[in-house]
């Protein structure tokens, strides 16, 4: 069984801080998604990355794919209250068909003004 | 930007009651999914399907559950007799492989089951 680990947990930082999100597991995954959830709504896909040791970056955001394909981060610079959110890491198994994600346990965000 | 809908967004059933949950995916994707996720909990995959049967299902979706593709654009999640512990949020999802690469899977808003 695959399983994936976010830490913190829960978050709550201050306006304009940085921060750093883990995602980690003892599987390999194909790819691995970030996830934004707000609550009662779905989740909104941010990012996937695919190659061992990839940096992909989203205006403020920054993933990084570990060389493994293990566990990755996320990276938030200069946060703001719109940052505040539910953030999920997912894996993907396999590569050759559609596969089921296994998504991580969530990391909840709040940015103070 | 194309998206998933699900519909309803809300439905609330007594124990025992069948539902069945409707998703549009995205028209040019070939890869369709259920997720649920209690309150509190994780997102859990359901089923997988492509090219009109499962491709893989997970321990929760058992006899109780069934999905189908009617038409070319619905995709359907059926629970035959509900119970309390299927209360839950249920997610649609579909994906498209990019070029030689990933299946980026796109969810709807969900629907929030409420067996009572």
């Known amino acids: 069984t695959q399983l994936l680990e976010q830490s913190p947990q829960f978050l709550s930082i201050q306006e304009g801080e940085n921060l750093t999100v883990y995602c980690n597991s003892s599987s390999v995954f194909s790819s691995l998604q970030w996830y934004r959830q707000e609550p009662g709504e779905g989740p909104v896909l941010l990012v996937t990355?695919?190659?061992?040791?990839e940096v992909k970056k989203l205006k403020r955001l920054t993933f990084q794919f570990g060389d493994a394909r293990k566990d990755s981060s996320l990276h938030i610079t200069a946060a703001q209250p719109g940052d505040t959110g539910l953030y999920l890491c997912?894996?993907?198994?396999?590569?050759?068909?559609?596969?089921?994600?296994?998504f991580g346990t969530g990391t909840r965000l709040a940015v103070r003004p | 930007e194309p998206e998933v809908t699900q519909t309803p967004s809300h439905q609330v059933t007594q124990m025992g009651q069948e539902v069945i949950l409707r998703c549009v995916p995205i028209s040019n994707h070939l890869y369709f999914y259920w997720y649920r996720q209690i309150l509190g909990q994780k997102v859990e995959f359901l089923v997988s399907?492509?090219?009109?049967?499962?491709?893989?299902k997970s321990e929760i979706f058992d006899d109780q559950f069934s999905v189908e593709r009617p038409d070319g654009s619905n995709f359907t999640l059926k629970i035959r007799s509900t119970k309390l512990e299927d209360s839950a949020m249920y997610f649609c999802?579909?994906?498209?492989?990019?070029?030689?690469?990933?299946?980026?899977?796109?969810f709807g808003p969900g629907t929030r089951l409420t067996v009572t």
């Open positions: 990355v695919v190659t061992g040791g």
């Open positions: 399907f492509y090219n009109n049967e499962i491709s893989e």
């Open positions: 997912a894996g993907e198994g396999k590569k050759s068909s559609g596969d089921k994600l296994t």
């Open positions: 999802a579909s994906s498209d492989q990019l070029a030689g690469g990933p299946y980026e899977q796109y």
